[in-house]
């Protein structure tokens, strides 16, 4: 028989295969992340009919003779290439844009599949459509170490969906805010001496002075310390006595104080100037240096009738850490002239700073007496001599700024939390936090400092301890609900944010608004969503979100070498490799692509090409078939 009668068979077979495969994926063009195939032709065996020889001294070498017996099909192998990624808006469409696979399960065992249209069905698990396989993820669960932060878990699991379900109820545990507090505005009240951060520096008589401060004394004979301070020196104070007030510019008269500044056994002057506001370093008559402090002394000039004169006295508040205020009055003590003394009374604050002051409240000044009370709204405070108002003393609201904002307790119950921030020194703002609509509730350690450097930036944060804290507790207790402890982040350490992105003070208008709060309702799931990392986010009609599950990509060192059990599933083989269980974004698994299909990856044009190129190849071979059958033909009729 001719050899050439079986080659042609061999060819026949062959393109009927590649036949068969490009017919398939044609019918496939239109299938979800359908992967085409690749059909690759190798020879058979070839029958040798001489074998080569070495070339001699006396002729060359001569090659194998060998006939070949024809074609058959090496392999087909799966195109794993990436198909085209068409958007359906379709919210539980998947598609992965890289090299993984989704995890499916059978009920028995694991299979693989590019294609990620998934639905619920009717447990709330979500599966592929048309085969019933459900998805493998990692189901994700709280922090217990850092509550409220979600982690993922370790071994793979169904991903249910389960919609109606209930998300408790979280009370508020930090309030984050991200304002700015306008630093050209004055005190809230007259503070007196606003020391902070009041640091001047010179050279007086050869010596380089890098720090002269001042600080306000609590006695009328140290009314004023000046501190100056040079490098490696120890510090050098002066006591300015005061002996009287200067009724035109409401400043006082000091009486000056001498000092050896640079330790040459001469003393230098150390006088204030009560109309120029300027403290002034003089040596037998001549200037050294001038200082002005003017702007730093906030005070108030009343006027109080002693014996029947009329006596000017300078008025000032300081801050107390548990947010009431001392009400001081600097002047004739009525004992002789020049005698100088304070008269001071300590004055409550309700929770929004308004004053809080008892009827039958006095001050006794030099004999008369002066009643102290707070005006009909708590905005302010009155000085009252014989029946007539003498002074009164109205918070500066404009110094003033505040922000409401909701925060829930353990019930979920909303309230309504208002925080509001004075100003009392340079850089140095109280905070204080209340319940508006809620009078009855108590709460503790709710006012507090807020300082700022030089450079508008937080420097620190106490509360009304003194302790460098913000941390405020609620008395929901009295209403049913668990008692409350809430961080106000003024700093943004608690949200790892930067310094310039929290509370600030800059020259700018105010924008007291805050930006977080952890709190929330009790909340139903009613949809999800799923984002580029694989993490399904259950969206509740509270407005919170929730991460419930990390969907699981399997990639293959040989992804080729899966093999198709239909449906577009795959399972792994000996060649495949074993799977590696990963996270989207990892490894080189890829990323996910919500709302959105893979498309199969067939080209049509090479297909065409290929359909014409097995066809050609088939009658080629079947002519060789016939022409064979002719040659017989032509043997036997040799008998004839």
Known sequence: MLRSLTSGVSGVKANQTLLDVVGDNISNANTTAFKKSDVQFQELMSQTEEAATAPSAEKGGTNPKQVGLGTAVGSVVIDQSQGNINYTGAKSDMAIEGDGFFVVEDGTSNAYSRAGNFILDGNG???????????????????????????VGTDLTDINIPVGQKLPAKATTTVGFRCNLDSRIGNVLPMGLSSKDLVLEGTIGGTDFTGITFSEGSSAADFLTVTFTQNGGAPITADLAMTGINATTG????????????????????????????????????????GEIGAALDYRVVDINVGGTPTPYLAEFNDLAEGGRTLTLWGDDGSGTNTMDTFSVDLAAHDDGSFNIPSGTLITIAGETIDVNATPSGMGVSLGQSGTVVKSFDLQTSSIHSTKYDIFDSQGNAYTLETSWEKVDNNIWRWRTWLPDMPGVELNNNTGLVEFSPDGLVEGVTDSTGAEASTISINFAAIGAEDSQIQLDFTGN??????????????????????????????????????????????YDNGQTEDLYTVALAVFSNASGLEKLGS?????????GIPQILRPMEGGSGNIVGNSLEASNVDLTSEFVDLIIAQRGFQAS??????????????MNLKR
């Open 125 to 151: 698990d979500m599966v592929q459509s048309g085969t019933g396989y459900r998805l493998q993820g990692f189901e994700m669960f709280d922090d217990p170490l850092n509550p409220g932060i979600r982690i």
């Open 251 to 290: 400043l006082p008269t000091l009486v000056p104080s001498s000092v050896d500044l640079d330790s040459d056994g001469i003393f230098e002057t150390i006088g204030f100037n009560d109309t120029t506001g300027q403290i002034q370093v003089t040596n037998g008559g001549t200037s050294l240096w001038t």
């Open 494 to 539: 608690a949200l790892g944010a930067d310094d310039i992105d929290a509370v600030t003070q800059f020259g700018s208008s105010f924008t007291t608004k805050e930006y977080y709060q952890d709190g929330y309702e009790m909340g139903v799931l009613k949809d999800y969503s799923v984002g580029g990392d694989g993490v399904i986010r259950g969206v």
């Open 568 to 576: 577009g599933v795959y399972r792994d083989t000996s060649n495949s």
């Open 622 to 635: 079947a002519r060789v078939i016939t022409t064979s059958d002719e040659i017989l033909e032509e043997l």
